[in-house]
């Protein structure tokens, strides 16, 4: 694969020769809990970066605060460890301001859809060209063992003896409801799938969310077990691809169909027939029908969990905009003179 | 019939009226056409936080102060010798500040029962003797108008609205300014509109006319050019300024000049003026919220550019996690802060000098933030290069504290001369700084400049020199992760002894004391400039001396200012706070200052303080 398979990505400059995994692998010790999840993100985005054919040096990967937070450490590019919550706008800046970067945001579901909420939708709303990782554990790991804006309601925590009250946050859903142009979801343990859907975030020009589900084995173990484990994942799980029907079970033998509500619903195909089966549409320029497809998994027993991409439409980026817009006016006026500029228009003299 | 013509030294003349009378426009007005007669000048608008407030209240009312003279001034002047007053609301809630025997022009078109009614008034002013003590001019400005504007296809309503520029008309020709200005202003603001430019003209033209024939006024006042030295000029206020110095500091540094800003008043207009100047590279982010606001600039900064966050108090509180970060990145920053009323959201349109200690102190752990704070509006343009400077050659976060006073005034400026402005040089890292114990040579990011002790700025794109930083602490030089106990001792002395060694950059100060035998030392920082320096003027006209220094730096503070305090009898500091500079002061010099403070929203007055100085030269 080459750089030319990512038109987002040509203003960044191109590496000089071949890269491996190794060249991305900093001299830092990793620090996360031997079994996290973790592991399996970071080996993948390891062996995935050098795919992209970029420079390392215009690689940047910031993050927020949280276990996943840590990320930007063991990857030999740039990185920044930011303060909870704000990556998404930190990541705005440097990546309106550099258009010659590929800029990576690191965060999980406490640090974007708790205490960042704010930032990531507006990064999504925005489409700057940002790809953001969110690693769902369902669960505050590094705070050790909160409930999380994704924790089931019910869920008995250290804050939550008695069963958390709180309703969740679906991260899909609400990236779609923010018209996010590029929406995806992936598992830490499926190496194949989170490689995929990686490239194809990279490839997407504007702000890419990759939610990720990610096991945190001390706080909240097997949070998504069910969709790993061979015997029961793929009566769970439908896996979309774009311009496939959308069916899944052991042996295919359920779909989604639209009902005559407008709403969708999952139903035995042999009841409806083939050609009854919805086909995946993620260039859909209306966000409706993915949005619905979010809507189908069920919190609590992972029931009906679309993975893949959900989304990916072209939308121009913010930064491209701003650069157009800068671009535009210098070349209507000519560059900025600063004497003129003080000057004014209104001036007298004393002499 | 001829006039009378009286030459005056200095006037001061405030407008006001109602939110929509215009106000504000007709004293931007009046300031230009002043400015180009080359008279000195120093303006003070005052206008209510809501944008409508019931037309004819006294919430409603909008003022804007000016004052010119035939030789150097510093404030805004304390009592106004002729108030223009709209309406009955105008009235009440400027009369207490116009001395006895002052001149007040009223529209008495608005002084109808009803409006009268809405603000108290039991019995018309004009009419019940109640202002006696003054040169009441009743003037039906309104009436006058429609009826000037009467072959104009306008409603009646629009010929109202242009009722300012009648008074600016008016105003124009009691004091001998020119008309050109104005007239060309119209042309250009109404020209899309020729009918409603037409009528605003003629208005201003009817205005000019009433004075030149009318028996209301016999006299007609001159105020002569003051000296100034040689260069070209213009009037500049304070937000401008500051933005121009921005745009100036990206210019002579190289860097791109990015902004991350939520609105808020006093500090929009900067983002406003900052987003007009795309063709010199601008970026201006408008943020989502003030956190987004600095977290860009931040983002920017690390990349390379020169990240700016403009904001008022109740924004910088929102930051602070977030400029704590930028200290322990230490990566260039300008948190520029046009401080307001406070605490809350307190009064969004008047000044204080209240968020001193928030700038200093308001971040979690040891987090030292450079202040530099600029004393005039023009002079926002130097402090804001002032301020990119230490950013940039220390790589550090850095206070710029306006104020709302600063900000919407204005004086003349001499433009400076842009080649003779010094370079900042951003003196990135593009090398290899570092050999291992094994030979080879590393990139470390925390290993420091020994002279500024200033860490090296690795930008991404710079080969070679990929790093990690972040907010946990980082072992001294080679910048990775550590909780060592010695370590972080040293670094967070290592990070104040940065902040520190900027003193040896900043220029020591001059004291201002004429005799040279003062005993007395009234010190001041930011705004209180030009009433400090006017009371000092008061005082030695009375031939008595009092020494003047300014603190233009609050951290750190000068290398001099020890000796300088120490070696006088009182030092006296007048703040609009509650004395947060003189804690600062008492603590670091144990020097007894004698705090002067005010909270009122408006600048100190130069005769209130002249008496404080005369009473502490009394006590010595």
Redesign the interface.
Known sequence: MTTDSFPALSLV?KADALQTAKDFK?D?EVRWCPGCGDYAILSAVQSFLPDLGL??????F?SGIGCSSRF??Y??????????G?AP??????????P??SVWVITGDGDALSIGG??LI?ALRRNVNLKILLFNNRIYGLTKGQYSPTSERGKITKSSPQGSVDYSFNPVSLALGAEATFVARTIDSDRKHLTDVLTAAAAHEGTALVEIYQNCNIFNDNAWEPLKDINTRDDLMMRLVHGEAIRFGKNQEKGVVRKSDGHLEVVEITKVGLDNIITHDAHAKDPGLAFALSRLSNPRTLENTPIGVFRDITRPSYDRL?RE??AK??ED????D??T????K?????? | MSKQIVQLNKVVIRFAGDSGDGMQLTGDRFT?ET??M?NDLSTLPDFPAEIRAPAGTLPGVSAFQLHFADHDIMTPGDSPNVLVAMNPAALKANLHDVPRGADIIVNTDEFTKRNLVKVGYETNPIEDGSLDQFKVHPVALTSMTVEALKEFEISKKEAERAKNMFALGLLCWLYHRPTE?TAEFLKAKFGKNPEIMKANLRAFEAGWSYGETTEEFSIQYEIKPAP????????MSGNLALS?GL??AS?LSGL?L?L?SYPITPASDILHELSR???????T?Q???E??GV???????????L?VTTTSGPGVALKS??I??AVS?ELPLLVVDVQRGGPSTGLPTKTEQSDLLQAMFGRNGEAPVPIVAPQSPSDCFFAAIEAARIAITYRTPVFLLSDGYLANGSEPW??????LLAKIDPNFATELNHEAADGTMEFWPYLRNPETLARPWAI?????????????EKTDGAG??SYDADNHDKMVRLRQAKVDAIARTIPELVVDDPDGDARVLIMGWGSTYGPIGAACRLVRTEGKSVAQIHLRHLNPFPSNLENILKSYDRVILPEMNLGQLSMLLRAKYLVDIISYNQVRGMPFKSDELATVINDVLESV
């Open positions: 400059p900093s830092q420079k390392r040096e215009n690689i940047v910031i930007p450490y990857l030999d590019t740039f990185g920044l460890h930011s303060i909870h704000r706008a930190i990541a705005t800046g440097l990546a309106t301001s550099r010659d970067l704010n930032h507006h701003m817009q800068i006016v210098t006026q000519g560059a900025g600063l004497q500029l003080l000057y004014g209104d001036t007298w003299a004393v002499s | 230009s400015a180009g080359g200005g100034m030295k040689a260069g070209t000029y213009r009037n121009y745009i100036a210019k791109t990015f991350g100047h795309k063709r010199f590279g601008v970026m982010f943020a989502e919220d956190i987004a977290g860009a600039a931040i983002g920017a900064s690390y990349g390379g550019a990240g996690e977030a704590g970060l990145l001499c433009v400076p001369d842009v080649s991404p794109g710079t080969a070679g020199l990929e790093h990690r930083i972040g907010g946990i990775t992760i």
